[in-house]
């Protein structure tokens, strides 16, 4: 199974010069969807996480597959104003634009392990700020799980010294 063949690349979107990898034809293929989460879960083992946090939007997408698949627990990385409890806050850039997400302070008891999970790291800013949130509820992060890296823009530079796995490199 070659999981490239489920990645479609859209050229400026959703802004000039942005060459978006569309993960949908890959969610839309049922062999190629299991295998990615099988195949991430296979990755991450070794990391021994306790808990996944998926990263808003598409961190959900696989986040919440991979926890069940390892038998463990999932907490949402949202978009501000979404989390209804008392939240931590981190600002990010991203690779068209800023943003802020929110983490629950009670997400994980404390001294957890938190795998970190996106369908994508380019320029790390997002998966940075999501360190800061894992990390300000007291929990150690595992390590990071993503199914593409965009390489070029070396956002492994940006994130802590910690095990990345991802499953496809562009
Ligand atoms: P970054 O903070 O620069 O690592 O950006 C990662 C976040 O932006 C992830 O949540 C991705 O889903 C999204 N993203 C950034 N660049 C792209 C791209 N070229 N194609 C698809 N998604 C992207």
Redesign the pocket.
């Known amino acids: 199974m070659d999981l490239n063949d489920h990645i479609r690349e859209i050229p400026d979107f959703p802004k000039p010069g942005?060459?978006?990898?569309d993960i949908t034809p890959l969610l839309s293929h049922p062999e190629a969807l299991r295998y990615t989460v099988d195949l991430l879960a296979e990755q991450v083992a070794d990391l021994k996480p306790d808990y996944i946090a998926g990263?808003e939007s598409?961190?959900f997408i696989f986040g919440v597959p991979l926890a069940c698949r390892m038998g463990l627990g999932f907490a949402p990385v949202r978009k501000p104003g979404k989390l209804p409890a008392a939240t931590y806050s981190a600002e990010?850039v991203?690779?068209y634009g800023t943003d802020r997400l929110e983490l629950h302070q009670d997400a994980f008891p404390s001294g957890s392990r938190v795998l970190i999970v996106?369908?994508?790291?380019?320029?790390?800013?997002?998966?940075a700020a999501a360190v800061e949130l894992v990390k300000k509820t007291g929990s150690e992060i595992a390590g990071f799980g993503f199914i593409i890296e965009?390489t070029g823009?070396a956002?492994r530079n940006n994130l802590p010294d910690l095990p990345i796995v991802s499953l496809l490199q562009y």
Do not use: S, W
């Open positions: 942005i060459l978006f990898r990263i598409r961190g990010y991203l690779e996106d369908d994508l790291i380019a320029t790390g800013g997002t998966a965009l823009l956002g």
